[in-house]
């Protein structure tokens, strides 16, 4: 039986400003091939988070993608995500009680789990209830992981382990490298917002590139 194709998470920018994002969003989202969507967000108290994602949840949720949320604060990520209607939360790898948030969360929302810096963080994160792994994405200061540690770790990490894995994209001419790594799902960032045509001509690009990779498997 073929392996089932891998789908696309779409990495936000740090968005300052909800109302103007928005239609970025809605742009990407509607394509319906974004699986989900993690949602980075300043730091602010919890009824600030909360009312800046209901203002961008819709966009993305309607269009049948998962909303994941993270912010660069310290706010109860559990407690924002019920009262705001996220589908699940993100998280660093070696700065919160995973086992903790796993239990606030209950079964109803996702957890997610990146800047992992170790097979042993890994481990411990899926142990810990993690819904998925990320790795290869972008540090604090932006710098990137080499691709050639990034694919070791998530084809490691694929052929091993049930949890998903997510590995990031800094570009959409390695999407056809990192899908080798048999990951769940291929995230992009600046990939898709930079895009010269915009996200809606960025996905469609990405997913033929998913494609074109898959066959030759």
Known sequence: MAEPAARLYLITPVVEDAAAFAPRLAEACATGDVAALLLRLPKADERTLVNQIKILAPPVQ???????????????????????????????????????????LKSERAMGVGAIRSKDEAMTAGEAG??????????????????????????????????????YAPSLEVIP????????????????????DGPAKAIPAAIALIGEREALD
Do not use: M, N
Request: proline share 3%.
């Open 62 to 104: 309607d269009h049948g993608t998962a909303l994941i949320i993270a912010s660069a604060g310290e706010a109860d990520l559990a407690l924002v995500a019920g009262r705001a209607g996220a589908d699940g939360v993100h998280v660093t790898s070696g700065q919160t009680d995973l086992k903790d948030l796993r239990q606030h």
């Open 130 to 167: 993690a819904d998925y792994l990320l790795f290869g994405e972008p540090r604090a200061d932006d710098s990137l992981p080499s691709l050639e540690s990034v694919v070791e770790r998530a084809t490691w990490w694929a052929e091993i382990f049930e949890t998903p894995c997510v590995v």
């Open 177 to 196: 490298e990192l899908v080798a790594t048999r990951a769940e799902f291929i995230a992009l960032g600046d990939a898709v917002w930079s895009h010269a």
